[in-house]
């Protein structure tokens, strides 16, 4: 209801009348100011604010309502009591760091109290009004809440099979354990998008290597190791061919030596590298190396190390596990490991398919029904290839599991012919031109590669792996998602 026009006659009962309201206005909205500001005082004190933060807060609310109260009557009461509930905790939620579905479950519940003190003040007959501004703020609050919520399960969670799901048992792995590495592979994807590669055997191989998937613990199903496992002193004395003395780096804090670092939790971290490196896996808001979540999580990003990382390269794997323990054998032996447990990993999304094919030979003539129809598309378009090999049993990559194929440009480790190496450039502008239509992921070629997720960076460098071979000088790899 807007106020009567000036050139209507006002009758002094209704002129007295309006002042009562606007100053009943003015006063209700000043009131919801101070109020809504308390609120956000109380509620950041409990949840995530500093003494800074609450003086920021309390700061907002009274200054938004007295600039509301200024312009307040008592049509919009419940909308200045909203907006100064809504800003005020969205300064103290801003400068507390919080996230936005605090911020609005804040606003509502603030919003709320401020609107029954309106009701008291002004009326129960605009009630009906106060709660139509209300309506909107909580209906907000629930939607943002239920975003977010799902947004946090499914980053805790993580899309299954992702990076190929581990199979439910394997033998001399713990539920929990395992659980662990396959939840820590379907997240980096997300958590770490410049490194690709990350599998549930390769860090089940680094467990299996580092503790042997804390035998003789008990693992809790929220991933606690009991009791803790922690390594040997590294005092230099040739212990697991350490020669060198690690001297203690954390007060004895997380491995309860003062005077020696030890190694702790089943991925078997050191304090030092911990406190920088240590990653919550189960969402509990803490990161602790003997809890199994969060050391098979904080393993994946040491492999990373934080850059553009591949491990499905043999290279690049072999290069960052040099950084998770610097010795040739270890390295070997995690991938060793990791291969041999790839062999368990459960039949691919798609069934692998024998036979068929285009006009080239193929080598391993079994693949996803992806792989052949890429390598059927590939073939028809370019070939005769010198020949297409396929899959490999017990590659611990995208051979061993039917979704890769390398389409040869010549044989027996020789360079190919100047018109066979423009021939591979076509193959490789068609497969990276169709990637998403065929259902590539990546593609090697002439030591570059080119990921379907990474498009936007085009070709990039590889390392030199040695042979011509090795650097796919002589044959273009194509690996497909499914």
Not at 146 to 162: C, E, F, K, R, Y
Not at 208 to 217: F, N
Not at 279 to 300: E, M
Not at 346 to 374: F, Y
């Amino acid at each position: 209801m807007t106020a009567p026009p000036e050139s209507e006659p006002v009758s002094p009962r209704q002129r007295h009348a309006r002042q009562i309201a606007k100053g009943a206005g003015k006063r209700a909205t000043r009131e919801i100011g101070r109020r809504a500001g308390k609120q956000v005082r109380e509620q950041a004190t409990k949840q995530f604010a500093s003494k800074a933060t609450q003086q920021t807060a309390v700061r907002a609310g009274q200054q938004l309502g007295k600039q509301a109260g200024k312009h307040a009557g008592k049509q919009v009461v419940a909308q200045a009591g909203k907006q100064a509930a809504i800003q005020g905790v969205k300064g103290g939620a801003s400068a507390a760091g919080a996230t936005a579905s605090a911020g609005v479950t804040l606003a509502v519940q603030a919003g709320v109290e401020a609107g029954l003190w309106a009701a008291k003040k002004i009326g129960w007959r605009r009630i009906a009004k106060a709660l139509v501004w209300l309506a909107a703020p909580v209906a907000l609050g629930i939607l943002f809440l239920i975003v977010t919520v799902a947004a946090i399960l499914s980053s805790l969670a993580g899309a299954p099979g992702a990076n190929g799901a581990a199979p439910a048992t394997v033998p001399g792995i713990p539920p929990v354990a395992l659980d662990a590495y396959n939840r820590a592979a379907t997240v980096m994807p997300q958590r770490a998008p410049r490194c690709t590669g990350v599998t549930w055997y390769l860090l089940a191989a680094l467990g299996k290597i580092e503790s042997d998937h804390a035998q003789g613990r008990t693992i809790a199903s929220n991933g606690d190791v009991k009791p803790p496992f922690t390594g040997p002193p590294l005092n230099g004395r040739g212990i697991g061919g350490n020669r060198t003395p690690h001297y203690d780096t954390d007060d004895g804090k997380l491995d309860s030596d003062s005077v020696y670092d030890r190694a702790v939790g089943p991925m078997q971290f050191l304090p030092g590298t911990w406190k920088t490196e240590g990653h919550d896996g189960n969402g509990d808001g803490r990161a602790d190396p003997q809890n199994y979540y969060d050391a098979a999580l904080s393993a994946a990003f040491k492999l990373c190390g934080g850059g553009d990382t591949d491990l499905a390269d043999p290279s690049q794997l072999y290069r960052a596990l040099r950084r998770y323990n610097n010795a040739d054998w270890y390295a070997r032996k995690v991938m060793d490991q990791a291969a041999a447990y790839a062999r368990l990993s459960p039949t691919p999304s798609e069934p692998l398919i024998p036979g068929g094919g285009g006009r080239s030979k193929i080598t391993g003539n079994t693949m996803t029904s992806t792989m052949r129809t890429t390598l059927i598309s590939i073939d028809n378009a370019f070939g005769p290839f010198p020949v297409i090999g396929c899959f490999r049993p017990g590659d611990p990559q995208d051979h061993g599991v039917g979704r890769a194929c390398d389409f040869m440009e010549s044989t027996a480790g020789q360079m190919p012919s100047p018109q066979r190496l423009a021939h591979g450039d076509q193959v490789a502008a068609f497969a990276t031109a169709n990637a998403q239509r065929l259902g590539i992921k990546y593609v090697i070629w002439k030591q570059r590669i080119w990921n379907i997720h990474r498009a936007g960076e085009g070709w990039r460098p590889m390392g030199n792996r040695g042979s011509l071979t090795q650097n796919h000088f002589d044959h273009l790899h194509i690996s497909v998602e499914r």
